[in-house]
Each structure stands twice: as C-alpha cells, then as structure tokens.
C-alpha cells in the first residue's frame, strides 16, 4: 500500500496513527483540506479486517467531507477519524478518553462528533478530555440527535429535486419510496407523510418498520429487494451506500434519486447511467448536509432556529447545482463538484491576503 501516493493523488494533507496501549486504542486521524477552516469530519468505530481497508476509509471519508463541508457554505474543511474497533464489544470510558486526548493535540485543526458505530455518550466521555469534539445531546450544549435534522435536510433536497424533474415542488400525490427506515428515515417518512406524499418503505429490522406501520398506518411496506423496481417519482436511499449499481441500475423505475446515504453511486460512472435513463440524482453530500450543518452551528454555540434556517437551504443550493448541470450539459454531481472546487480557489485565495 503506497500511502503518501494516495495521499497525494486526492490531495490530502495529514494521516495521523494514534495508538494507546491500556485502552486498546487504534485510531486514525485523515485531514483532507483546510483551505476553509478546521477540518471537520465524524468518527467511525468500525471492526476492519485490514489495516488497509482502514486507511482507505478514512480517506475516503475525510475528502467526503471537503466536499459536505464547501457545499453548505460553512467555513469547514473536511476530516474523518477512525477507531479501529467493535462497537458492540470494544468500548469503555478508557478508550474514549484516550481518543480524546489524541484528537486534543490538533488543538482545533480537526474537531470530531458521532458516526456509524459511535453515538454522543461516547463524546461525552471523551469531552472530559477535548473541547473539540461535538453532535452532543441538548444539555451538553449540543443539538441533540442530528438525524432529525438531516432528514429535515433531505426532504428539502427531495422537495428540490421534484421541482427541477417535474416543475413543482409540492410532494402531495407524489409516490415516495424510502430505503431504510432508521433515524433519518423514520423522520423523512414523517415530512412526506405530513405533505400528503404517498410513502412505500422497506427495512431489515422489523422493530423499525413496526415503528413506522404503527405511527402512520397508510405507508406500504415492501420487502427489501422488492423497493428499487417499485413504481415510484422518488427512490430515496436512507440505508447503504453504493446502492446505484450494476446490479440494481436497470430496477429503478423512479425519475428522482434523492437520500440521505452516504456514497450513493458505487463508481461515478452511475451517475451518467442514471442521467441517460433520464433519472435525476441529486448529489447524496448535499442533501445529507444537515447533520454537519448542526455540527458546524453548535460549534459557534448552538441556535436552533439558526440551523434549521441554513438546512433549509438545502433546497437552494440544489436548485443552483441543477441550474449548472443544465446550462453546462454536465450532470448535478459534477457540477456540485465544480461548486465546491471553485469555492475553495476563491475563498482559499481571499483567506491568503496579508492583513
Ligand atoms: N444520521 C445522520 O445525521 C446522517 C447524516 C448524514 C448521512 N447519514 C447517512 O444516512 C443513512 C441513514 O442514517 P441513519 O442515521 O438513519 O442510520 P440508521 O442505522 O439509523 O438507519 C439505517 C436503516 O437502514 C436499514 N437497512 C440496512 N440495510 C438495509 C437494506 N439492505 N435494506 C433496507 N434497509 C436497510 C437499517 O436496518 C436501519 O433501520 C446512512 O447511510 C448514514 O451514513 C446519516
């Protein structure tokens, strides 16, 4: 494996190996891009087969999140850290301690919060040890749970994306089908439902779809790999990544993609596919943005109305990608792409003037 030619090839800036030997901790640090600010970015606790795969997550992630962090127009830059661990089995206060202490040495350049596997008891403990860490609960001066957030977020993405295919934004009448019924979904399902939207859902664990059935009776439930041929406007992913695949690209009979999963597209070319067949995916780090934009808020002292005002646009910053994609034949993920790239040469040119 041929770190520093990964690093290099997309650009990132720092890979840091933090290892601790009483708590067990194995952690990674991968700063991608400081050009607007400190990096921002999640810890995921994740048992990898390979120290390999490892690496190759987080820095994956992190530059993700250059790109989250550009596109909402917050001054972030992106990070991603990474312990190396059972979430189930490996926790303790020791651990998260000594994460904290490591992730204090970055004295602010990379600040953290929740991810897969790890949740805000977690960062409470490691709280005692950092001042940057952040997704934490109300009355640690947090935002509280950010997936009701980001699933405010991701409606107003859906919303977005149903004015640039159809015309209009009103979701009532529309078929929605929702992947994934967990903390983001069971909260989308909510606006849609709320809307007047028609709701199909699917998902492994019957607790969650039981959740659902029970609160709003008129969503249909579908089996898992019945939701991506289902006859629908709207094919949310709320569940996994790479699910436009080769696999499943000729199912979907939607004429929006539009979720809150991370890394929808298993390889880019997807998304040129999914434009032939004249479906429009709306760019997954845009329309998930909502729980970074609370992350980025509570890091200047939380104001609920203040983020939920930025969440909302959302919505906005769609209609902006759509507008270039169209103008310049390019497709809505490229051209957020382009957004961001532009966004960085500008402000990272403005942040060097000497004053
Ligand atoms: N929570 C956030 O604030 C946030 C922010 C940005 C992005 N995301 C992304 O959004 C997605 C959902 O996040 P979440 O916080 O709701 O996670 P979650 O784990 O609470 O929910 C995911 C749901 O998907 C279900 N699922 C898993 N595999 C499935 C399959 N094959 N078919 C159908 N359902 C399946 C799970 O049972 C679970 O109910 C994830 O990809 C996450 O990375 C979340």
Partial sequence: MKIFEMMEKEGHEQLVFNQEKISGLKALVAIHDTTLGPALGGCRMWNYDTEEEAITDVLRLSKGMTYKSGATGTDY?????????DPQKDKSEALFRAFGRYIDVFKGRFMTGTDVGTTFHDFIIARKETQYVGALPEEYGGGGNSSIITAFGTWRGIKAACKESFGTDDLSGRTVA?????K??????????????????????DAHIDKVKSDFPQVEIVKPDE??????????????????????????????????????????????VLADKGILFAPDFVVNAGGLIQVADELEGYNKGRAYNKASTIYDMLIQIFDIAREENIIPNEAAVKLVDQRLETIGRISRTYK
Wanted: proline share 1%; glycine share 14%.
């Fill in 178 to 182: 929702v992947q994934g019924l967990g």
């Fill in 184 to 205: 983001v979904g069971y909260f989308l399902v909510k606006h849609l439902i709320e809307e007047g939207a028609k709701v199909i859902g699917t998902d492994i664990v």
């Fill in 77 to 85: 830059g992106g990070g991603k850290s990474l312990i190396w661990g």
């Fill in 227 to 272: 939701i991506y041929s289902v006859e629908c406007d709207v094919f949310s992913p709320n569940a996994l990544g790479a699910i436009v695949n080769d696999e499943n690209i000729d199912k979907f009979k939607c004429k929006v993609i539009a979720g809150a999963a991370n890394n929808q597209l298993a390889e880019s070319r997807h998304g040129k």
